[in-house]
């Protein structure tokens, strides 16, 4: 079984004239540690697919559950990573790092400890002190990412992380998941407009059609793994690309 | 830079150029007294100010009269604060909140303070009271608004990221949206306890028996300018004063706001 299954989900925003179908009868099944990637046009509702999954949307109709239960709301269980960026900013980078372990109510020694290896992970070690605003934007959506991290969620949610990162920054940023992932493997739901990305990092990757979205197709990428940047000009990858790009290019 | 010497002016730094706007004022008041271009009925000369300065300090109403003052606008609008505070929060984050106290909010501020002084005066008499209510009347309303601003400004994606670490409904509002919402707050305080300032001068202009309103007021009857002046600076100095203090709390309270802290 599916560690994550949405069967007929649907979402409308708003009602009578003014409504938006975001989203129509979404079919999908993640399983544990898969690293899922969605693609799809922008305004398809990829968001909207990650916030129902996160528990800050509800479905209008389907189903959604985890592990077999119906997802009625937001969770430590399913931690979430924003373009935008969420860091607290009157917290330093390690208080951060330890808030989701805090309202869990672990020790402060066990959580500096924790908090000091997911920054450790994310290549932080010596900025715990430091405020969010003397971060640059790859380094506080690093900090986002150690944050999720260290609360061990179930299932980490990603709505294009590096999507507001220069080019540079985002190809570090996803060699530095990718290792992540090597070292702590979870289940991933992780949502992009670029196709290198999603080929790049997934196991699976799921296309969306134009709003309202459906999942259209999904495409097992087998490039083996430990994965970097050198994979991006093999001839599997550029293929599966080349693939992927044409359906999207009929959906927009 | 090398062959031209930059005016003066560019080679001051804040506090230089704080100070020159000070002597500056200074002088031009000097040239038009002691100058004798303004008659001194219009425009006493520094020295005669200073000197009703001392007058009023062994008459024992300087300190006296300032100390009523302040203590008027304290309490008046640390009144206002401690109401305001919640409710706006609370109208900033929730739309049953709004619908219920937004449009009595919003008729209440748009009423001139000035209007209701008379209504104050009926109910409370002329004493601190009366005070109190001009000031939380002119300060309160417009608080609920700047305040619910500020709560309603936080970016959604902060509370979401909380709620996804694992905060409950409760646990947001306290970690996240109360400390986020806190730079607009200061803010807010510092605007408003300018306001009260003025309305508490209006008020004991209106109607005391004491405080610098009532001072200035007074010395007007018996066409004594130097102590107008005298008031108007002892007020000007006050303010000077609070503001600075704001500015050291809101650095020391919301050294992470990316503005800086308040306006600088
Ligand atoms: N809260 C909302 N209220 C109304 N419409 C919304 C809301 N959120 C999203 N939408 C609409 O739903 C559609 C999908 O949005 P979104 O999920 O953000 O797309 P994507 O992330 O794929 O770009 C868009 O047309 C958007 O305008
Ligand atoms: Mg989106």
Not at chain 1, 195 to 220: C, H, Q, T, W
Not at chain 2, 105 to 117: E, G, M, T
Not at chain 2, 198 to 212: D, F, P, Q
Request: charged share 20%; aromatic share 8%.
């Amino acid at each position: 079984m599916s560690k994550l299954t949405l069967q007929g989900a649907g979402k409308v925003f708003g009602e009578g004239e003014n409504s938006v179908e975001a989203l129509s009868d979404i079919e999908l099944g993640i399983d544990e540690n898969e690293l899922a990637v969605i693609v799809g046009p922008s305004g398809c509702g990829k968001s909207t697919l990650l916030n129902i999954v996160a528990g800050l949307e509800q479905a209008s109709t389907g189903s959604v559950k985890m592990n077999g239960a119906e997802i009625t709301g937001p969770d430590a269980g399913r931690g979430m990573v924003f373009q935008s960026y969420t860091l607290f900013p009157w917290l330093t980078v390690q208080k951060n790092v330890e808030f989701g372990l805090k309202i869990k109510g672990i020790k402060p020694g066990a959580r500096q400890e924790t908090a000091r290896r997911y920054l450790e992970l994310v290549g932080l070690t010596g900025f715990e002190d430091a405020l969010p605003k003397a971060l640059s934007g790859g380094m506080k959506q690093r900090v986002a990412i150690a944050r999720v991290m260290a609360n061990k969620p179930e299932m980490l949610l990603m709505d294009e992380p590096f999507g507001a990162l220069d080019a540079q920054t985002r190809t570090q940023m996803q060699e530095l998941l990718l290792s992540a992932m090597e070292k702590e493997r979870t289940t991933v739901l992780f949502i992009t407009h670029d196709i290198d990305e999603a080929v790049l990092l997934a196991d699976n990757v799921y296309v969306m059609s134009r709003r309202p979205g459906r999942i259209r197709d999904k495409f097992k990428i087998d490039i083996p793994r430990p994965r970097d940047h050198r994979v991006t000009v093999s001839s599997e990858f550029t293929s599966l690309k080349k693939e992927i790009m044409e359906i999207l290019w009929e959906e927009s | 830079m090398s062959k031209f010497k930059a005016p003066i002016i560019y080679q001051l730094n804040n506090r230089g150029l704080t100070l020159l706007s000070f002597v500056v004022l200074a002088s031009i008041w000097c040239l038009l007294s002691y100058g004798g271009i303004v008659k001194d009925i219009f425009l006493p000369t520094p020295g005669a100010v200073f000197s009703s300065f001392g007058e009023m300090h062994r008459e024992g109403i300087l300190i006296h009269y300032t100390l009523a003052s302040t203590y008027r606008v304290m309490v008046g609008w640390a009144l206002a604060v401690i109401t305001a505070i919640p409710i706006g929060m609370l109208i900033g984050t929730s739309r049953k909140a709004e619908a219920l106290f937004e449009p009595t909010v919003d008729f209440a501020r748009y009423l001139p303070v000035v209007a209701l002084v008379p209504l104050t005066l009926l109910y409370f008499g002329i004493g601190d009271l009366q005070k109190f209510a001009v000031i939380f009347l002119g300060t309160f309303f417009q608080l609920v608004l700047l305040v619910s601003d500020a709560a309603a400004g936080v970016p959604k994606d902060l509370l979401r990221a909380a709620s996804t670490l694992g905060a409950t409904k409760w646990q947001s509002y306290r970690m996240v949206l109360i400390p986020a919402s806190l730079p607009g707050i200061m803010d807010s305080l510092r605007i408003t306890i300018g306001w009260a300032w003025t309305y508490l001068v209006v008020a004991e202009m209106v109607a005391a028996n004491s405080g610098l309103g009532y001072m200035i007021l007074r010395a007007q009857r018996f066409l004594a300018v130097d102590r107008i002046f005298a008031g108007l600076i002892i007020i000007g100095l006050l303010g000077l004063v609070t503001d600075h203090l704001f500015k050291l709390i809101t650095e020391k309270a919301v050294p992470w706001s990316e503005k800086g802290g308040a306006r600088k």
